[in-house]
């Protein structure tokens, strides 16, 4: 590895601009980040529906980075930082695999700068305060039934998920029912994602809705002296971090809000730095695109002045087999007949990206049991559709060298200057909004909602936030709400069961079908790989 100072010289900070972590991290000051992006082009990348093991999105997000680097331009990967649910769950770290990596991955995956602890001590600080608050009667008129926020933690505990807290007698109250989330899904996570700077920040935060008293009046932070609290705990975290790939080109990690429950998008403030001292800046988007991509447009992108030039969908065969009906254990044999049908997955998303005006350059994630003569008939099905090229990919055995072609691909599809189209208008109401989402992303039918949920929709209205944006918590698994629903779901209908408002981070947050915002472990969990010395048998990948 090369010291972050050779690093950050290639992002045009010198050693006096950058707040070392070690010899291989570093925080780069607010002081050296404009306000606006610069000319760098920003180019998402987002996949296919992917298995449960992932497609290698974030592997071919870096290994593009170091594609275009050999080709003579700057490119910065933008990645989000991992969480402990996934790194010891099912799918792994979040730090690329083989030739196309971040590094120290082993540092990156676990605590790395202590943003995510940073987030997760905000969070239940302000859980505890608004605890203490209700007990001590500092609220009037509210009571711990009014309550709605809940704690958090960064590993997956299906335990945490309906809890009674308070319990052993009045100095322990209020006594009263509540949950734990996973920090990614924190709402101060999504807000750090979105914030521009220490204000936005400070703003963001005092907007929290922390319950209702019992008129069904909205609590915010701002009703409280909370925020210069919060601020302290946060204000580093707000930084983003600088580290590398394994080709010694620039990479920043920074905030990590969980794709399906958030925004599933790396920070505002990271991309728009990138954008100041890159020609390329490839940001990724959490899961499939019905969900990363989406929301990168409709949130990230429409609430900042970030602008994607470009797009890249990340493909891979045994996603495609698994949509054709192909069970994850066999999907390394050939199956022609299931990529005939597994492809429409594919080929919808491509269609949706290009409703927000961008064509998608399709990278197709090359895997060593992958048949030549499957690759053949995926470009063949994909050739009169509406991407832009359809490109082989070999990140993980070649890095840089195996994107070359996906990398001139890139260049030539972001020449021409882009301005984005949404699908719906922030002025449509929450219902117009989920029903334009559910027909043209999600392909349903229609939309079907939960008393609860239609309830809260006329609350949330009534309180002056039907104007905001929508972010769907609903499976990665599949298009659709329901993960056994695979390829391209047709005629159905699109159930909401629940639904929050996330006001501080500035959107409202529908929950679709049976969706956890708390996730468990699996049957055979990845901390099981790791040993007490924190070595890994084989590579944690994503």
């Known amino acids: 590895m090369n010291h972050i100072s050779k690093i950050s010289k290639k992002l045009g900070l010198d050693n006096q601009e950058i707040i070392y972590i070690g ?15 610069g000319n760098g082009k920003l180019i998402v990348v987002t996949g296919i529906t992917p298995t449960k093991a ?13 594609g275009l ?4 331009k700057s490119a910065v990967a933008s990645l989000r930082e991992p969480s402990l649910g ?35 001590s905000a969070h239940n600080l302000l859980a505890a305060l608004v605890d203490n608050a209700i007990q001590r009667n500092q609220i009037s008129n509210m009571d711990s039934s009014g309550i709605t926020w809940n704690r958090v933690t960064d590993v997956l505990d299906r335990g945490l998920r309906n ?97 399906n429950i958030a925004h599933g ?24 695109a019905d969900l990363g991509f ?41 199956n022609s007949e299931a990529i005939n049908i597994g492809i429409d997955n594919l080929i919808h998303h491509i269609n949706n990206i290009s409703k927000f005006g961008l064509k998608p350059v399709v990278a197709l994630n090359i895997f060593p049991d992958d048949k030549p003569e499957e690759i053949k008939l995926v470009k063949s099905l994909l050739s009169n559709t509406k991407a832009f090229a359809v490109v082989e990919s070999d990140s993980y055995s070649k890095g840089g060298e195996g994107n070359l072609e996906l990398g001139e691909a890139v260049i030539e599809s972001s ?74 779901p047709k005629d159905y209908t699109f159930e909401i069961t629940d639904i929050r408002a996330s006001v501080g981070a500035g959107f409202i947050y529908p929950i679709a079908g049976s969706i956890m915002t708390m996730p468990g472990l699996p049957g055979n969990p990845r901390s099981l790989d790791i040993d007490s010395k924190g070595n890994i048998k084989g590579e944690l990948t994503a």
């Open 163 to 259: 809890i009674v807290i308070g319990m052993g007698g009045k100095n322990n109250a209020p006594l009263r029912e509540t949950s734990f989330d996973i920090v990614t899904a924190s709402e101060i996570m999504a807000i750090m994602a979105l914030s521009k700077n220490l204000d936005d920040l400070r703003s963001r935060l005092l907007n929290i809705v922390i319950g209702y008293d019992n008129s069904q009046k909205p609590i915010y932070v701002k009703d409280f002296d909370f925020v210069g609290s919060l601020l302290s705990i946060l204000r580093y975290a707000l930084m983003p971090n600088i580290v590398q790939t394994t080709e010694g080109n620039p990479a920043i990690i920074h905030t990590g809000p969980f794709g």
């Open 54 to 66: 992932g497609e290698g999105k974030t592997t071919t997000a870096i290994g593009l980075t170091q």
């Open 23 to 37: 010899k291989y991290k570093a925080k780069i000051p607010f002081e050296s980040i404009k306000e606006k992006p």
């Open 294 to 334: 989406e929301k990168f447009m409709h949130i990230k992108s429409r609430t900042s002045d970030l602008k994607p030039q470009g797009a890249v969908i990340v493909g891979t065969i045994r996603a495609i087999k698994s949509h054709g009906g192909v069970k994850f254990a066999d999907l390394s044999n050939p």
């Open 415 to 488: 020449k021409n200057k882009i301005s984005p189209k949404y699908i719906y208008e922030l002025e449509d109401t929450i219902k117009e909004k989920v029903h334009k989402l559910a027909t043209s992303i999600y392909n349903a039918k229609d939309v079907k909602w939960a008393p609860i949920a239609s309830r809260k929709v006329k609350t949330f209205e009534s309180n002056g936030w039907g104007n905001m944006p929508i972010c769907m918590a609903k499976t990665p698994l599949s298009i659709s709400h329901k993960p056994r629903l695979k390829a391209l």
């Open 265 to 288: 998008c790396s920070s505002v403030i990271g991309d728009t730095f990138a954008t100041q001292v890159s020609d390329y800046v490839l940001s990724e988007a959490g899961f499939g």
């Open 69 to 72: 680097n050999k080709l003579g």
């Open 86 to 120: 996934p790194v010891f769950g099912i799918k792994g770290g979040g730090t690329g695999g083989g030739k196309s990596k971040v590094i120290p991955e082993d540092e990156i995956n676990i605590h790395f700068t202590g943003d995510a602890h940073a987030i997760g």
